[in-house]
Structure formats: structure tokens, C-alpha cells
């Protein structure tokens, strides 16, 4: 992840700081930053959105093409997740540089996915064995500051929300072939049901304690996070272990069950915000990339 | 990704017959069969010094997984624009043998293998002093020769027996154990016929496989990962199960390195 060069003297005075639940911007050790979420800000997609945490600006859109399902589910479509690191974010980007990372994203995404409660894939299917809707959700990632995973999350949650996808009709023609018609009304659509999709809690473990939503300062003063992605019912669905250090048993389980509550807290706030700026129709003012 | 120009595949269209076999049960709890029960790890056959031309190799068996790992190093690191250059670097390839699934892989590293790279990269690095090393790169591959399931684990814990045959200054060995939770029953070491609900479809209620990376001495977790649904509770008792398999590993591993280390500078005889 872009680092930031920190001293040993601010390493010890944000130490100490967290060891106070008191952080450098004065949040507390279970707080998140300001979060910007806006839905709908590109034209060309299915679904989009974009979101600010803090510094961090992500952005989502999902695109659903028909395709063919996988073979060993045949009435089940699927997602496939691609995270771009552009170099917009830090120079480090620049080329194959962020890369690496962009696997890693994508490949954490594809996990935290990996389960049948989170999106009702049976939905996607148009014809068993043949056709179904296959979302790509792409993530640009357009300013790093910390905390990734949390913010994509929350961006993939927001834009799988937004999408609407095309009803679509089979018919069969006349030599007994299938043909797939999409309905002409721009409004004749399905909406994905969101309420199960999980979301990331970064927890950074610091001195003795942990942080959630930490920044790169405060990433570059602790050895190891834990990844834990929650549900709204309070499931989890993935657990990663990050970083170059080691970490206890008890505070593994210490933050798995920080983790879970944080996760928990999330979800409810999220989809009322959703639904809220939905209800706001065509008289919501955009905002877009300038606000 | 990348078209395989060296070998010749079968035509687009084809499917593999694997396909048509009528559908596995998910095995239920007594499916072992009395052969070994829902808690007990496999036994393990472990031996060091394998690859002769390695600094440090080591082949692990447990049930019909087969991993091979050989560490080449240290030596020196190519690129010379790191920026810290007090400690070296540990670069860890993770493999499986296009023959080693049911259904055969493809030879180039798909992103499921860089996945399993980086796991194994993260789990070792906690336990090698690469202070010791300024300036260097250890590297490390390991190839999976035949999977039945739990092969993280059993390849983090190869990895650092080939790490230690190889003399690499380590805190202590990383043991790896996982653990496959099917609704309420949990099985300690899966074989992939056990783990096999997991890959094609995903997961259902409460189901989902841990892998747990420990530091047996220092008693640290330094891997750890979690797939598929569970709830909270039932992640907790299934890591505490899998540091429990890992301890009971260790004795093995403690044997194989004596083997290797008298193997290699045999005590003086009287």
C-alpha cells in the first residue's frame, strides 16, 4: 500500500495517543472518518458509485453483460471484481506498480463474495446452462489514504444497490433457436437485493490496542491487521490477517469480536442513506467529482 | 490471461467429464469412519534435505497431499531501488502441479495461486529474522503435487521446515493447521473431498474452512484465513481448534529437523 515515511518520535506520540483512545485527528479508536457516498455518477454504467473516506476516494461502477454461466453451476450468473490502482492515487501507481496490489484487492473481494447469502446469483440466471447476467464491478481507486478495503466495501455495496439491470424476455424463433429481446422501457427493470452484502472492517493493531479506519500514519506504526468482513446479521465472511507481524490469540479474538460490532454498526446507517437519496428521485442535486 | 502457446489443449468447446459424475454428498460427521475422528489431524510423514540442489528442501505428506518446498538463498536482490535495504526480503511461489486436482490446471499462476503466495508469504514472514539478512532475497517454492485438501496449511508448515534445513535464522517454526466447519460439525485437517462444497459453488449457512498459521514457542498467530459464512462464535472455536492442531503437529516437526540435522553432521563416533 502507498506508505508514508513516519519518524520514531511520531511513531511513539501516536502510540501513546492510541493507548489513550485518542487519535491524531481526535477521533476515538472505534470511529470512522467523514464518509462521502454518492450514487449514480457515471452515465454509461449499470450502477456506480462513488465514495469519500477522509482522503480516500473510490469509485465503483458496474456494468452487467450477458454471458454464459459457469459450468459446474449452470442456474447461478456471477460477479467478477477488478480493482484498477490508478496513478492518480501516488506515483508508485504508475505502470505495473500498482498492480500487485490491485490482485490483492480483487482478489479479497472474490473471497469475501465467495458465499450464497451474499447476492442471490440464482437471480442472474436467464436460462439455465446457457445465458445469464454476468456483473463486472469494477473499482478505480482515485486517492489513497489509508483504509482500502473498508471504503471499497461500503463503494461495492452503494453501487450493487444503484444497478438496474434490463429485464430481459426469451423467446424462440421460428427454426426452435432462443432469442434474447430487452424490454425497450429504460425503467423496466430488476434491482439486486443488497441486504447481505457484507462489509470490510480493517482493524490495525497498535501498541496494545486497535484502531479501525486507520490512516497511513497510523498504518505505518502497526505490524499486523486483521481483515473482517460482517454482515449485516453478523455473519462473517472472511478473515485475513495482514502485515508483516505476528499477532496474539487473545487479541486476535479481541478484534474479531471489535470487528463483528463495528461491522454490525454499519450496515443499517448505509441502507437508509441508499434509500433515502433514492427517494430524493430527479430533484437530488448531484454533486459529482467537484463538491 | 495469457494463451499457453507450448502445449496443446483440447478444442474451446470441450468439458471435462468430470462435469456428467453424479454430484458428491457432503459427507456427514461420522463419514471418517472411525479411521480418524472429527478432531485429530492427519498423520503426517515429513522429511528434510530432499532436493539436492537446494540450500533447503523439504517434502511433507499428510493423507494423499503431497507438498514439496525447496529454499534457495539468501542471495542477492536484483532490483537495487528498495528503499530499505536494513532487512532482506523473503519471496515466496506458491504452486500446484497441473496434475495435482480432479479437474487439471492451468501451468500459468492463476490469481487463486498468487492468492495462496501472498498467504504464505504473510504467515512465514513473522517468523524469519530477516534483519540477518540485510540486502538479500531468500526465496522459497513450493510445489503441491497432488491436493486433498488443506494445502495452505500443510505448505506454510513445509515452507518452514525447508526454511530450517536451509539455515535460515528463524524465531521459530510457523505450523499451519486448517479446519472445515459444515454447519455444525467441524473437521480438523479436510481432505478435499471434505472441503469440496467450498470451491465450486460457494458457501452455504455456517460453512466455511480456517487456516491458522501459529508460532508454536512464541504462542503468535501469524496467518490467518477465513472463508465462507460463519458466525462469529463459531470462528472463535475454530481457530482455538486449529492452534490446538498445530501444537499437536509440532512434536513431528521437531523429529524430521533432528533426523535431518544428525543426518548431515552425524555425531562424533566413540
Keep these: 500500500m502507498a506508505a508514508v515515511q513516519v519518524s520514531e518520535a511520531e511513531k511513539v506520540y501516536l502510540m501513546h495517543g492510541v493507548r489513550d483512545d485518542l487519535r491524531l485527528d481526535g477521533r476515538r479508536c472505534e470511529d470512522y472518518r467523514h464518509m462521502e457516498i454518492e450514487t449514480d455518477v457515471v452515465s454509461n454504467t449499470d450502477g456506480s458509485a462513488k465514495i469519500s473516506l477522509g482522503h480516500t476516494d473510490v469509485l465503483v461502477g458496474v456494468k452487467a453483460e450477458i454471458g454464459k454461466p459457469r459450468p459446474m453451476v449452470p442456474d447461478e450468473g456471477y460477479l467478477e471484481f477488478f480493482v484498477d490502482c490508478s496513478a492518480n492515487a501516488t506515483p508508485e501507481f504508475e505502470g505495473r506498480g500498482g498492480e500487485e496490489l490491485g490482485v490483492e484487492l480483487s482478489n479479497v473481494l472474490y473471497k469475501v463474495f465467495n458465499n450464497r447469502h451474499s447476492v442471490d446469483l440464482r437471480s442472474l440466471c436467464i436460462c439455465a446452462g446457457e445465458n445469464c447476467w454476468v456483473l463486472y464491478v469494477d473499482v478505480l481507486l482515485l486517492q489513497c489514504d489509508g483504509n482500502l478495503f473498508d471504503a471499497i466495501s461500503i463503494a461495492i455495496k452503494a453501487a450493487l444497490f444503484n444497478t438496474r439491470i434490463p429485464k430481459v424476455r426469451i423467446s424462440e424463433d421460428e427454426e426452435g433457436g432462443k432469442e434474447i429481446e430487452l424490454s425497450d422501457d429504460p425503467y423496466d427493470c430488476m434491482r439486486i437485493n443488497v441486504e447481505n452484502v457484507p462489509c470490510i472492517v480493517t482493524l490495525c493493531k497498535i501498541g496494545h490496542r486497535h484502531v479501525v479506519d486507520a490512516t497511513l500514519q497510523e498504518k505505518a506504526c502497526s505490524v499486523a491487521s486483521l481483515l473482517i468482513s460482517v454482515t449485516h446479521k453478523g455473519m462473517v465472511t472472511c478473515v485475513r490477517k495482514l502485515g508483516r507481524g505476528s499477532l496474539d490469540p487473545e487479541s486476535i479474538f479481541e478484534m474479531t469480536e471489535a470487528g463483528k460490532r463495528v461491522g454490525k454498526t454499519l450496515h443499517a446507517p448505509l441502507m437508509e442513506l441508499l434509500q433515502k437519496e433514492e427517494s430524493l428521485g430527479k430533484k437530488r442535486q448531484k454533486v459529482g467529482f467537484l463538491g | ?270
Excluded at chain 2, 16 to 36: T, Y
Excluded at chain 2, 122 to 134: D, K, M, N, W
Design chain 2, 1 to 270: 490471461m495469457p494463451f499457453d502457446t507450448r502445449r496443446i489443449r483440447g478444442p474451446e468447446e470441450s468439458q471435462s467429464p468430470l462435469l456428467f459424475l453424479s454430484p458428491d454428498k457432503v459427507p456427514e460427521a461420522s463419514s471418517r469412519q472411525g479411521v480418524r475422528g472429527n478432531g485429530d489431524v492427519r498423520p503426517v510423514f515429513a522429511r528434510c534435505g530432499l532436493v539436492s540442489q537446494a540450500k533447503g528442501s523439504a517434502y511433507l505428506e499428510a493423507g494423499n497431499t503431497k507438498i514439496i518446498c525447496s529454499v534457495y538463498g539468501p542471495r542477492e536482490i536484483e532490483r537495487k531501488d528498495e528503499t530499505d535495504m536494513k532487512t532482506g526480503r523473503l519471496v515466496c511461489d506458491f504452486r500446484l502441479a497441473p496434475f495435482s486436482c480432479m479437474k487439471r490446471g492451468a501451468w500459468i499462476q492463476g490469481s487463486e495461486e498468487r492468492d495462496l503466495s501472498a498467504t504464505l508469504l504473510e504467515s512465514l514472514q513473522p517468523g524469519v529474522c530477516l534483519h540477518r539478512y540485510p540486502r538479500s532475497q531468500i526465496e522459497v517454492n513450493v510445489i503441491v503435487l497432488e491436493n486433498d485438501g488443506s494445502i495452505l496449511a500443510h505448505a506454510v508448515t513445509c515452507a518452514s521446515m525447508a526454511l530450517a534445513d536451509g539455515g535460515i535464522e528463524m524465531y521459530d517454526v510457523v505450523l499451519g493447521c486448517a479446519l472445515g466447519q459444515n454447519g455444525n460439525t467441524c473437521l480438523v485437517d479436510p481432505s478435499h473431498s471434505e472441503e469440496c462444497g467450498s470451491w465450486h459453488e460457494g458457501y452455504g449457512e455456517n460453512r466455511g474452512c480456517v487456516t491458522v498459521a501459529l508460532l508454536p514457542n512464541l504462542n503468535q498467530v501469524s496467518g490467518l484465513n477465513a472463508d465462507g459464512e460463519m458466525r462469529e462464535d463459531t470462528l472463535t472455536d475454530a481457530v482455538r481448534t486449529c492452534l490446538d492442531g498445530c501444537h499437536k503437529l509440532y512434536p513431528v516437526v521437531q523429529q524430521a529437523l533432528t533426523r535431518a540435522v544428525k543426518r548431515k553432521a552425524p555425531p562424533p563416533e566413540k
